[in-house]
């Protein structure tokens, strides 16, 4: 709203008296309805502006949650029984520090493994423990 707007909203209308003139402080009926017309006016288009921004805000979210359910079905459909009642983020959450973990350990195992230099004199023992490490018994 514009401060002249706000300014004759805020000053009232000390006088509708038709007979009193036009002094000061005198405030004609017609000049009240005017800007109380005015400001009816004002709000309706904040008001409009106002649910049209809401609209695309909302719409702005629900493509996002569409998006995130799409991209995320997969962990939907590979849960795991202790991964039941848990938020897909949670579990991927879980399942990456997992993942990371497990990383951590093997790049320790190939360490170990590179630095044992009795390994490189013994290599079915090294590529044996190597073995273990990956997990791979076969």
């Given amino acids: 709203m514009s401060d002249d ?3 004759r909203l805020r000053d ?3 006088c509708c008296d038709p007979d009193a003139g036009n002094g000061e402080g005198s405030f004609y009926i017609d000049d009240a309805n005017e800007t109380m017309c005015e400001a009816a006016d004002r709000i309706e288009a904040l008001t409009a502006e106002n649910e049209r921004l809401n ?3 909302y719409q702005a979210q629900e493509i996002a949650l569409k998006a995130w359910a799409d ?9 795991q029984n202790h991964e039941l009642g848990l938020h897909r983020a949670d579990v991927l ?3 990456i520090e997992a993942l990371e ?3 951590a350990r093997l790049r320790g195992e190939i360490v170990y493994f590179l630095n044992d230099r009795s390994s490189w004199f013994n290599k079915p023992s090294g590529y044996d423990r190597l073995r ?3 997990g791979d018994t076969d």
Avoid: D
């Fill in 101 to 103: 973990a497990e990383n």
């Fill in 5 to 7: 707007l706000v300014k």
């Fill in 55 to 57: 609209a695309g805000l």
């Fill in 93 to 95: 959450r879980y399942r």
């Fill in 132 to 134: 273990a490490a990956l």
């Fill in 12 to 14: 009232g209308v000390p």
């Fill in 71 to 79: 991209k995320t079905e997969w962990v939907q459909q590979t849960c």
